[in-house]
């Protein structure tokens, strides 16, 4: 039975990180095992203290689980088509029952209170079913009360309260509640989790007629939605699945994008490489800026321009921070949680991020492209904007040449990152190209020789003519995946003969001095990058489809590259899950890794998809 699993599978306690679907309300999200068991959830908000955290801690970190009863039964979990609505099928030999998770979206004109419904219902047969809710509230350091109430049960902790509302009896277990309930065919249960304290919620359980209102219109929703890409060739259906994904990643009160929403799901198997991922960098959300424009999504990239420019104008003359809460604020200082065992026993636990205080100057480049894009193809920028820009240009003028932490976050000390170096050039690119278009002032003698002297910085001491490469950082002669954004961002000819040159040595495997892996890509050599971390990694997805991307373009001296850079997509989407998602990077054997899902990963397979479908042209 294709993508059919048995349940029970976990490592150390934790449903692989692969193993989930997500839904969400452009406020939050939620994963949810292929077994059905919700096991992350920060409410309401990405950004806040987790209510689930079983994909941390399956003893301690909470979870909400409807499943059949026993366990053993084969389940299937999939996307209802062009929706982010998530379906787990379970199948016995009594029956087959059907769990629909999502939260509902509101179609235009109606307004629905924030809530996760999630309906179990009998399609044949008939099945016994087993429920079990066990919130941890702020990452399983607050205690709660339970309280039992006429329709259901209310959760009460000193920051938060949430209510469970079901006609299912509910019976309390500890510091949650437990059901047990049978279905025939045709028969249906529904649990919606929402905010608030109540004396009784009985008039918040939803029917079946009323929980299929909000299915229907929440199916609408997504579809209307997707109505508007308008991308049309090849891998369609997987484009999408990721324009989804990051769709979900939004938040939509601001505009701002994060770049996952799980923290400490590690980099490698039970290691210490475990980051919290629930915030805005200005990196992420303006290349997904870029692949929403690129398939059609004017709309989010000019909810995204209108929260850079209010944080620009916050700034003033110094830098701007890297990273951002999803209102704006600063991010929260790193903070570890020893009482979390970690996925897979991957500790320590981290929440906050101490990158927030880090000096990366690529940022500068990344936040200029897609400025310059969107004022091409969504909006002209307004001259405040502009301002507050220049300013920025201009301390990008004065402070490129300084040693920075890089795109890659390093904890071993400042270097000057040739890819750094790259995205000041592109910064200063972008605002010289964007005022001679719109005629908009600015010290243009200046920002010129400035590019030109970055430029040939990079020529020359990026350069190492003993690997035939550019390396990751001057005077160090380690390979970076990041230099293959060259040619992507038009610093040097896709062609060139250094850039060809630079693509076959990345391309080469790791024991002959590359960073290639059966079409998998490193993002460096952990060894000779001493990032000031311990442990190995797996190869990062965002740079498998930066690798096709460079291939795409450099197709056009070497044909031989086409073919290779489409098996290579190709092979990536097989190391998507069963439900087309992705986690931060691949792991040796093949299992996820990292925060999930990724953004940066979903949304270079957008980018690659559409030049190497563009560059494949009407071949097929």
Request: hydrophobic content about 40%; glycine content about 8%.
């Amino acid at each position: 039975m294709a993508g059919a699993t048995q349940q029970g599978n976990v490592v150390n306690g934790s449903v692989p990180i692969e193993n989930h679907g997500i839904i969400g309300d452009l406020r939050t999200v939620a994963l949810i095992g292929n077994e059905g068991t919700l096991d992350w959830l920060c409410f309401p908000y990405f950004d806040s203290p987790s209510v689930f955290a079983a994909l941390l801690d399956g003893e301690k970190g909470g979870h909400w689980r409807i499943a059949p009863d026993p366990d053993g039964v084969m389940t299937k979990q999939f996307y209802w088509p062009d929706t982010n609505v998530l379906v787990t099928r379970f199948y016995s030999p009594d029956g087959v029952g059907e769990l629909v998770d999502f939260m509902p979206m509101a179609r235009q004109g109606r307004k629905y209170e924030r809530e996760v419904l999630r309906r179990v219902r009998v399609v044949r047969g008939e099945m016994r079913f087993r429920l079990e809710c066990f919130p941890a509230f702020n990452y399983a350091r607050d205690t709660h009360e339970t309280r039992l109430i006429h329709g259901g049960v209310c959760f009460s902790s000193k920051t938060l309260e949430l209510t469970l509302a079901s006609s299912v009896p509910l019976r309390k277990e500890g510091r949650g509640v437990s059901a047990h309930f049978t279905l025939h065919e045709n028969q249906s249960a529904v649990f919606t989790l929402r905010e608030g304290a109540r004396l009784s919620c009985q008039e918040l359980v939803h029917s079946h007629e009323s929980a299929e209102v909000l299915f229907r219109d929440t199916v609408d929703y997504w579809r209307h939605w997707l109505s508007r890409c308008n991308y049309r060739g090849r891998w369609r259906e997987t484009v999408q699945r990721s324009a989804l994904a990051l769709k979900l990643l939004t938040y939509e009160p601001s505009g701002a994008i994060v770049a996952a929403p799980t923290c400490s799901l590690p980099e490698s198997p039970g290691g210490t490489r475990n980051w919290d991922y629930r915030f805005c960098w200005l990196r992420d959300a303006a290349f997904t800026v870029y692949a929403f424009m690129r398939i059609g999504f004017k709309q989010e990239a000019a909810a995204f321009m209108r929260w850079v420019e209010a944080r620009c104008a916050e700034q003033g003359d110094g830098p701007l921070p890297l990273m951002f809460r999803l209102d704006g604020s600063r991010v929260p200082d790193e903070e570890e949680l020893a009482h979390l065992h970690g996925y897979g026993g991957a500790r320590p636990v981290r929440i906050g991020n101490a990158a927030a205080d880090q000096l990366q100057l690529d940022i500068y480049g990344e936040l200029m492209d897609s400025v310059y894009l969107s004022n091409k193809y969504v909006a002209p920028i307004s001259y405040d904007f502009w301002r507050h820009l220049r300013r920025m240009v201009d301390w990008v003028c004065n402070h490129w040449n300084q040693p920075d932490e890089g795109i890659w976050e390093v904890r071993g000390g400042r270097r000057h990152f040739v890819y750094s170096k790259l995205m000041c050039w592109v910064a200063v690119d972008r605002a010289i190209r964007l005022a001679d278009k719109r005629s908009l002032p600015a010290d243009r003698p200046r920002w010129l020789a400035v590019r030109d002297s970055i430029f040939e910085e990079i020529m020359t001491q990026g350069w190492s003519q003993q690997r035939g490469a550019f390396i990751q950082a001057y005077d160090r002669e380690a390979l970076d995946a990041a230099n293959l954004l060259m040619p992507l961002v038009f610093f040097l000819s896709p062609v060139d003969p250094r850039m060809l040159s630079t693509l076959d040595r990345i391309r080469r495997p790791p024991s002959e001095g590359g960073l290639v892996s059966d079409g998998l890509v490193f993002r460096y050599d952990v060894d000779a990058t001493l990032d000031g971390i311990a442990g190995r990694e797996g190869t990062f997805n965002l740079c498998s489809f930066w690798l096709v991307e460079a291939m795409t373009r450099a197709s056009v001296a070497r044909p031989d590259l086409l073919e290779e850079a489409r098996l290579t997509f190709e092979r990536m989407l097989g190391y998507a899950n069963h439900v087309g998602l992705y986690a931060e990077q691949t792991g040796m054997s093949g299992e996820a890794l990292g925060n999930f899902p990724q953004a940066l990963t979903h949304l270079s397979l957008i980018s690659s998809a559409y030049n190497l479908d563009r560059t494949l042209g009407g071949r097929d």
